[in-house]
Nanobody
């Protein structure tokens, strides 16, 4: 079955960087479109970025354009989210997802604070 394991979160100062990873298994990763979402308590889950199996990338949150980059390594069945110039408003639990599959991992907490 589908498994997604997110990692790479942590506490970082404003202006810092993190690279999140999502290790995937249980499906044909190279053919799958992958998403990164984020969620803050009390708010709806927000789609941040998407990458197709062929590597076409989309960023859906205006405030992260130019700062966040989604990428994938099909040999490692892993999708990444490189986050630079982090701001306190980026604080959230970040989760990856397979487009069209109602499965969610545990996510990884990102906290941006001085």
């Amino acid at each position: 079955q589908v498994q997604l394991v997110e990692s790479g979160g942590g506490l970082v100062q404003p202006g810092g960087s993190l690279r999140l990873s999502c290790a995937a298994s249980g499906f044909t990763f190279r053919d799958s479109t992958m998403n990164w979402y984020r969620q803050v308590p009390g708010k709806e889950r927000e789609l941040v970025a998407r990458i197709t199996g062929g590597g076409i990338r989309f960023i859906y949150v205006d405030s992260v354009k130019g700062r966040f980059t989604i990428s994938r390594d099909n040999a490692k069945n892993t999708v990444y989210l490189q986050m630079n110039s982090l701001k306190p408003e980026d604080t959230a639990v970040y989760l990856c997802n397979v487009l069209g599959v109602p499965y969610w991992g545990q996510g990884t907490q990102v906290t941006v604070s001085s």
